[in-house]
């Protein structure tokens, strides 16, 4: 944690054998490791409350891109022209059957070669 080796920690306790004497020197030891032990858990309490935070911030930000995504798709359909008594499903319905329809002529000129060109015959 400090990168102290022994030489260095042997030191310190001397030093601190020598300012404290040995009757106060294991009680600073006690109030030493209770000091860390509750600044171990005050960490973890603000680790834990930082995480819960960004679960939070994660879960708003999906819930917005998918609101986002869905005004856009309600936006981009509203906005195409239905004709008067037509339903948005008779549009889709239309908008796929012309689909289909181009996709069958795009086929059969694939089959049949490009219009206007004779086969070659290689």
């Known amino acids: 944690m400090f990168n102290i080796g022994?030489?260095?920690?042997?030191?310190?306790?001397?030093?601190?054998?020598?300012?404290?004497?040995?009757?106060?020197?294991?009680?600073?030891?006690?109030?030493?490791?209770?000091?860390?032990?509750?600044?171990?858990?005050?960490?973890?309490?603000?680790?834990?409350?930082?995480?819960?935070?960004?679960?939070?911030?994660?879960e708003i930000k999906s819930e917005l891109t998918q609101t986002s995504v869905l005004t856009d798709l309600t936006e981009e359909l509203s906005s195409e022209e239905v004709a008067p008594g037509e339903t948005l499903d008779e549009e889709m319905k239309s908008a796929e059957a012309v689909l289909s329809e181009s996709d069958k002529t795009d086929r059969r000129e694939n089959e049949e070669g490009p219009k206007g060109e004779f086969p070659s015959h290689g």
């Open 6 to 58: 022994l030489p260095e920690l042997l030191i310190i306790l001397a030093i601190a054998l020598i300012v404290f004497g040995p009757n106060k020197l294991p009680e600073l030891a006690r109030a030493f490791g209770r000091a860390m032990r509750e600044f171990k858990k005050a960490t973890e309490e603000v680790k834990e409350s930082f995480e819960a935070e960004t679960r939070d911030l994660e």
